[in-house]
């Protein structure tokens, strides 16, 4: 049947290449072995070709008998990924067969065609791929279909692709809290290897639960940083239980500038408009770290801190507070006291506006002050790469659903980090909240090794083993952030 784009306003066919040569040639740029090309027609927009193909059926597909009789054909079209930039129809003349055994009736098959759909398998492939940088209007535009079937072919496909990935689980899996396309996305990362490991489209029980549910070997996580939120604490302790919660400090510190802002807030109500616009202005350098202002910024929180005893007071409270993580050789008991004395010099008239603070450190204790104990605690670099990743997803993410960005992520070849599994283990023999072995408490960097005696033996002994095989850790935070800002992606 000829697709009517094909034919002029007065209804004559357009172009049509049916002599040899232009065969061959279309031919060879179907390379679809095994089909004859019987005529090929174009215009500005598209290429229609008509194949056909000459075969007997050796056996019937039902069963599996015969013989089977050519029992004339049907035309269908179906479509193929785009060739000098138009869209490709294939109109295929289908034989049919007639079984001479059971009296049914089969089409030729043709594995570059999609059992399932009118598409052959690479335009299939083309679609997948596509969709990650183009919307599924575009796509549709470009390839001939409609967007609805852009829309559930690619949703097959990626489904399919990120259920081949094999991440590697982390020793130390981060669950985070990010906003992506207007609601609060979990993002699941390897910490150590810095990698993002999915992205789910909420941060429920069930689907923190049911991601946990499908890690494979869940005995490799051995700790899991988090921010404050019991969702993911009840799901992890149940489905990880041997696995150190620790809250990230940058969580926990949050809270006391929060409380000093409301501190700032209440007094305003006092101040003339001009007076309040001031400190508005000025709250950044309340919110700074006293080490961190310059020399007018410290002139101006002293006029503020000078006018308002109660701002002082808090200001000192957030300063002491962010200083618990800055006590060197700390362990959770040293945290733990050091809070609790921090908790008594609270004066009585900013308990109230710390009480957010009190109420979730005494609620999340055990979390809060493991981050002592885990080597190194998570890292700045962890944490920026994190958020520099979020922020250029959530610029170019208007017009994608979270669907395509995960697949976005997740299927970023170029950001892949591939590697061996780093020796060792971050904490060994650890057995959940309780108190950590005492070899946790301290850094164990730089401990002389027991018994390297023999240097040449040892380095003998290092070769005779063989290489680690590579695993792959994920999706680079960092990488796939610079491959998007490259538009590479
Ligand atoms: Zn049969």
Redesign the pocket.
């Known amino acids: 049947m000829p697709d009517s784009r094909f034919l002029d306003r007065a209804g004559r066919r357009l172009s049509v290449n049916d002599n040899r040569d232009a065969a061959l040639f279309m031919s060879d740029i179907l390379n679809l072995p095994g089909l004859d090309v019987i005529e090929t027609r174009e215009d500005a927009h598209d290429y229609l070709i008509r194949v056909g193909r000459r075969r007997a059926l050796d056996a019937?597909p039902?069963?599996a008998?015969?013989p089977m009789v050519a029992n004339g054909t049907k035309t269908q079209g179906l479509r193929d990924t785009p060739v000098h930039g138009k869209r490709v129809l294939i109109e295929w003349s289908r034989q049919r067969f007639l079984?001479r055994?059971?009296g049914?009736t089969s089409y030729d098959q043709h594995e570059a065609f999609d059992p399932d759909r009118r598409m052959t398998k690479r335009l299939v492939e083309y679609i997948g791929r596509t969709a990650l940088r183009l919307t599924f209007t575009e796509v549709a535009a470009g390839v001939g279909v409609d967007e609805k079937t852009v829309r559930l072919v690619w949703s097959d496909w990626s489904e399919r692709e990120i259920g081949r990935l094999e991440f590697a689980t982390p020793r130390w899996l981060g669950i985070d809290e990010v906003h992506l396309i207007g609601k609060a996305r979990g993002v699941f990362a390897n910490v150590e290897a810095r990698t993002a490991l999915d992205i789910t489209a909420d941060r429920s029980q069930k689907t923190v639960a049911t991601w946990l549910t499908k890690l494979p070997a869940k005995e490799t996580v051995e700790i899991v940083t988090m921010d404050m939120w019991r969702p993911y604490y009840d799901a992890v302790r149940a489905l990880l239980p041997r696995a150190v919660v620790v809250i990230d400090k940058w969580h926990v510190q949050k809270m006391a500038n929060e409380a000093l802002e409301g501190v700032r807030k209440a007094l305003r109500a006092d101040l003339p408009p001009a007076r309040r616009r001031r400190l508005m202005h000025d709250r950044f350098v309340l919110l700074t770290r006293r080490r961190d202002l310059r020399m007018d910024q410290q002139i101006v929180l002293e006029a503020w801190t000078n006018e308002f005893p109660l701002l002082k007071a808090a200001y000192e409270a957030k300063e002491d507070f962010f200083g618990i993580w800055e006590i060197p050789s700390m362990t959770s008991g040293d945290a733990r006291e050091a809070y609790r004395s921090w908790a008594e010099r609270l004066p009585a008239e900013l308990r109230p506006g710390f009480g957010a603070l009190t109420t979730a450190v005494g609620n999340w204790s055990a979390p809060i002050w493991a981050y002592f104990d885990v080597p190194g605690g998570p890292t700045n670099a962890y944490v920026e790469a994190l958020n520099g990743l979020v922020k250029v997803l959530n610029r170019m993410g208007r017009g994608y659903s979270i669907e395509v960005l995960r697949a976005k992520v997740l299927l970023a070849h170029g950001a892949s980090k591939i590697g061996p599994m780093p020796k060792g283990k971050l904490l060994r023999d650890w057995q959940g909240d309780l108190t950590p072995p005492a070899f946790l408490r301290r850094p164990a960097l730089e401990r002389p090794l027991k018994g390297a005696g023999n240097t040449v033996e040892f380095i003998t002994t290092l070769k005779a083993l063989p290489p680690a095989p590579d695993v792959h850790f994920g999706i680079d935070l960092s990488t796939l952030a610079r491959l998007i800002e490259e538009d590479a992606i």
Request: proline share 0%; hydrophobic share 0%.
């Open positions: 019937c039902y069963c008998g015969g079984c055994g059971c049914r």
